[in-house]
């Protein structure tokens, strides 16, 4: 099971975190198109397909209320569209579409993961083992990442909820 905080941040944090000795790769492109399931209202599940890097993924993602850990099932799927009529007829709508440019990081109990959603928002996500918290939580805040600050929420339901005259 993986958990993972998320942290808005920024510009400059690319900057911020090289100067902690974190430098991260260079960016990778994906579209992500979520689902609504007709049989739940939750934040808790999530359905999508990613396309990015000459793949498609479909995955299924269920939130663990107690841990707030992520368990994840996925497969890949050899063509998007077909996929996406086949959920249609399921009664799965298309929910929303996001472009995401990630850049990461990683060491080998840790996934650093800059994200920026549809030019929108960036947040930074911290992805660690529950086998790792103690670990991962002390390395986050001696980069200056409380975990207290994270918000629990997906990056569908950030999008979702996105007031853009805040920016």
Known sequence: MIVQHKYFVESGIVEELALKGILLEPARVFKYIY?????????????????????HILDYKLRNKITGGWTKYETQVSDPEQTQLLLKQLGISVRAVLTKKFQSWKNDFLILDLVNVNNLFTVLEAKFSVDDVERATNFTRG???????????????????FDTRSN
Do not use: A, M, T, Y
């Open 35 to 55: 689902f609504s399931l007709p049989c739940s209202n939750s934040q808790d599940e999530v359905l999508r397909i990613k396309c990015g890097e000459q793949k």
């Open 143 to 161: 980069i200056g990442l409380d975990p207290e600050q994270s918000d629990p929420r997906s990056s569908i339901d950030i999008f979702l909820n």
